[in-house]
């Protein structure tokens, strides 16, 4: 078992910048696939970012060239630096964990791919 805490989250505002982190404890490695996910009221969670054991990044098209996505291992967390806020980056957010298959390495940012979840971080952008 996995378990993934996220923190970070708050109000900003258009414009502005956020860090999330997410620290995970239990069964874990370096060798996980990790990824961020956001959904906001109405709306399907939909992946942004995502991270594999080798440190290569996938990102929506949302979010390329706003967001960054990182992870330290020997503390085991994964990080979010999102840039130039917008309101519609406004959702809850959550991190997402899964051991290394076919299925997260093709797909890396399928919600149906990862195994593991926190319970997310709210993230509010207003003017």
């Known amino acids: 078992q996995v378990q993934l805490v996220e923190s970070g989250g708050g109000s900003a505002q258009i414009g502005g910048s956020l860090t999330l982190a997410c620290v995970a404890s239990g069964d874990s490695d370096e060798k996980y696939s990790m990824a961020w996910f956001r959904q906001a009221p109405g709306k399907e969670r939909r992946g942004i970012a995502a991270?594999?054991?080798?440190?290569?990044?996938y990102y929506d098209a949302s979010v390329k060239g706003r967001f960054t996505i990182s992870k330290d291992d020997a503390k085991r967390a994964l990080y979010l630096q999102m840039l130039g806020l917008k309101p519609d980056d406004t959702a809850m957010y959550s991190c997402?964990?899964?051991?290394?298959?076919?299925?997260?390495?093709?797909?890396?940012?399928?919600?149906?791919?990862?195994?593991?979840w926190g319970q997310g971080t709210q993230v509010t952008v207003s003017s």
């Open positions: 997402a964990a899964a051991p290394p298959r076919q299925q997260v390495q093709h797909f890396p940012l399928m919600g149906a791919a990862y195994d593991y």
């Open positions: 991270i594999d054991k080798n440190a290569k990044t």
